[in-house]
């Protein structure tokens, strides 16, 4: 098929507006212009005003508004002017239409700010689409407005968004066009670079080379093919260190965030018996279980009686122990509190 015009997404918002009895608040991307002016459109051809909340909204329409896209529109309100707009004479776009919970969106839906609000009546419309991860935060949202008596309007239930992705009538018009020897699908996952994959060949592009993270490609000379593989991945700013996630200790980092630390030390005497009690120390862990006895005496008596079920001869090998120790604390703890701590354990002879 072919997908509708951005013309004919600011017709669907404006009908929208127009048939709603309360304020309508319209959430979007914000990097999306084109998206912004035609809510800004229709706002002004359903005589209403608008209203912008977010910080990235808000920079956005600046650097458009120096680069002359919104000439034409009627200035946006001020925030402080919301209480003397009457309802039916407001229109409002903000960030959050993916679930963020610190944009716009999200406080109005917690009643959070400070001079704006909705109310039971208003309109709600996402002029846009889910990206797959952010279902929950989104579903929080909606739900959290319908409650409060607000109508949701998505692109199910009115033509408020079109995708900037072309559909595959369009794509093979592209080709034509263009007439590309080389074809080498991108964006989205194995699914999506399949099916593109074979949209190019029955197109008629004859080389059509399948890549994934890392592969190096050759285009020229010779066939398209695979040469090599390159580091690829997040790269994460830590302090004042630049590195991955494992570099940087992000791993370790979330695994403490979420079911803490605990540190174990095992001394052996000469017959390699414990000389006492290992010494432990929890830290972010829970003090007792459910039925009120210490977690750190479970996981010391876990660690006691892994030593002892090592036969003696077994001891002299200090690794074996320290695992051995590792595991059965760990388990003794998520047995207790059903979380596997971090568990790091020294031996010492």
């Known amino acids: 098929g072919v997908s509708p015009s951005e013309v004919a997404v600011g017709e669907g918002l404006k009908g929208v507006i127009q048939s709603a009895k309360g304020r309508v608040a319209v959430t979007t991307f914000s990097s999306n212009v084109g998206r912004i002016v035609s ?9 209403r005003q608008c209203l912008v909340l977010g910080r990235s909204l808000k920079r956005v329409i600046d650097v ?15 925030e402080e002017d919301f209480g003397f707009i009457p309802r039916e004479n407001l229109v409002i776009i903000c960030t959050g239409s993916q679930g963020e919970p610190l944009a716009a969106l999200a406080k109005l839906s917690r009643e959070e700010m400070k001079s704006v609000s909705l109310t039971a009546g208003d309109t709600v419309v996402f002029s846009s689409r889910t990206i797959p991860g952010n279902e929950k935060g989104i579903l929080e949202i909606k739900n959290r407005l319908i409650d409060l008596g607000i109508k949701i309007i998505e692109d199910g239930d009115a033509l408020v968004h079109v995708s900037g992705h072309p559909r595959r009538s369009e794509l093979r018009k592209m080709y034509e066009w263009v007439r590309p020897q080389i074809g080498v699908p991108v964006h989205g996952e194995a699914a999506h670079l399949v099916a593109q994959g074979s949209l190019m060949s029955v197109s008629g592009i004859g080389q059509v080379a399948q890549v994934r993270d890392g592969d190096m490609l050759r285009l020229y000379p010779g066939a398209a093919t695979i040469i090599d593989q390159v580091p690829f991945g997040r790269i994460y700013k830590d302090g004042r260190l630049i590195g991955t996630d494992q570099a940087m200790g992000i791993r370790d980092r979330r695994k403490l965030s979420f079911a803490g630390h605990v540190a174990v030390n095992v001394v052996l005497d000469d017959k390699y018996e414990l000389a006492g009690d290992p010494d432990l120390v929890a830290i972010g862990v829970a003090e007792a279980d459910g039925r009120g006895e210490s977690l750190e005496d479970l996981m010391i008596d876990a660690a ?9 001869q077994r001891r002299r090998d200090l690794d074996l122990v320290q695992e051995a120790v590792r595991r059965a604390v760990r388990g003794a703890a998520n047995e207790a509190w059903g979380k596997k701590p971090l568990v790091t354990v020294f031996v010492t002879r």
Request: charged share 25%; net charge negative; hydrophobic share 50%.
């Open 39 to 47: 809510i800004a459109k229709a706002a002004r051809d359903a005589g």
């Open 64 to 78: 458009a508004g120096e680069l002359g896209y919104m000439d034409g529109l009627p200035e946006f309100i001020a």
């Open 304 to 312: 006691i009686g892994a030593v002892d079920s090592i036969p003696r």
